[in-house]
């Protein structure tokens, strides 16, 4: 029988970060074509905003979120192969690609142009070096959250509040266990071993979207702990107007636009992996 899989604490990156999968499927606007001159903006946002560099540094640490989502059997039989799918799907220039992509052909020019102007801001090159230093951190997340808590025991409530508010803003949490959750499903759906019963797939699905709040729970606390260390430099006041621009339309748009490119490239190489792998698992 499927187990459900194990909910794996892990971090991920923020702000300029928040990739996951709150439109997991390719958008449809996504489809048309992409105008050289929005394209190279959008090229230049992303660089500016810290998505290629965050993308580089936090392959890793997405790769084993990601894999929360997979049925434990699936790692069992094909889970070489699947983290070989992953990687290629995280290639940070692959990603990028798909990104721009979708970034270009679901934002106007004028909010691809807010959004930039609000990154080259002071207080956005300053979010954009602490997120760069956050990032090195999650590659010993105990260390992080021992930071983290040093930091919560000196912080006013007030403070612990605003950061917590920020990552509200982020919808961090609800947006990577959305993409946990698509993850497993298709995993469980193309790459379980032949002669799966369908209602035994169908009941891990379900075991997952069960646990769907429990998990965007863990994901916001880590975050929480990640942006304590990363906002070591930033007012009260700043921390305000950063959660005010996540909840900004241009900026949520940023944000569901990379979730969208992101999902397409790891969705896609899953497919081909799924497609790859069943032959090889049915002449056992």
Do not use: C
């Not at 892990?10 to 048309?32: C, E, W």
């Not at 039989?77 to 220039?93: I, T, V, Y």
């Not at 679901?106 to 207080?123: C, G, H, R, T």
């Not at 808590?149 to 912080?155: D, G, L, R, V, Y």
């Amino acid at each position: 029988m499927l187990r459900n899989a194990v909910i794996v604490v892990a971090a991920l990156t923020a702000g300029a970060m928040n990739v996951s999968a709150q439109a997991v499927a390719p958008s449809q606007a996504a489809k048309s074509k992409v105008s050289a001159p929005a394209e190279k903006n959008v090229i230049e946002l992303l660089a500016l905003s810290g998505v290629r560099n965050a993308l580089v540094e936090s392959s890793g640490a997405y790769e084993r979120q990601l894999k929360t989502g997979v049925p434990e059997h699936v790692l069992k039989e094909n889970g070489g192969a699947l983290e070989k799918a992953l990687r290629k799907a995280l290639d940070p220039m692959r990603l990028t690609y798909f990104i721009s992509k979708d970034v270009a052909a679901s934002m106007s020019d004028v909010e691809v142009a807010a959004v930039a102007k609000w990154y080259a801001s002071p207080l956005g090159r300053k979010v954009v070096d602490n997120h760069e230093k956050g990032i090195k951190l999650m590659r010993d997340e105990r260390a992080m959250i021992t930071i983290s808590q040093q930091e919560t025991a000196k912080q006013s409530q007030t403070r612990t509040g605003l950061i917590a508010d920020l990552v509200k803003a982020s919808r961090e949490g609800e947006l990577m266990a959305e993409m946990a959750i698509k993850v497993g499903r298709v995993s469980a759906e193309k790459m379980s071993e032949p002669g799966t019963p369908p209602q035994m797939i169908q009941f891990f699905i379900k075991s997952m979207e069960d646990k769907r709040s429990i998990m965007a729970k863990r994901y916001e606390a880590l975050a929480i702990s990640r942006m304590t260390v990363e906002a070591k430099s930033l007012t009260d006041a700043e921390l305000r107007d950063v959660a005010a621009f996540e909840r900004t339309e241009a900026k949520r748009k940023y944000m569901s636009a990379i979730s969208s490119g992101t999902a397409v490239g790891v969705l896609d190489a899953l497919d081909k992996l799924a497609a790859a792998s069943k032959p090889r698992v049915a002449q056992r």
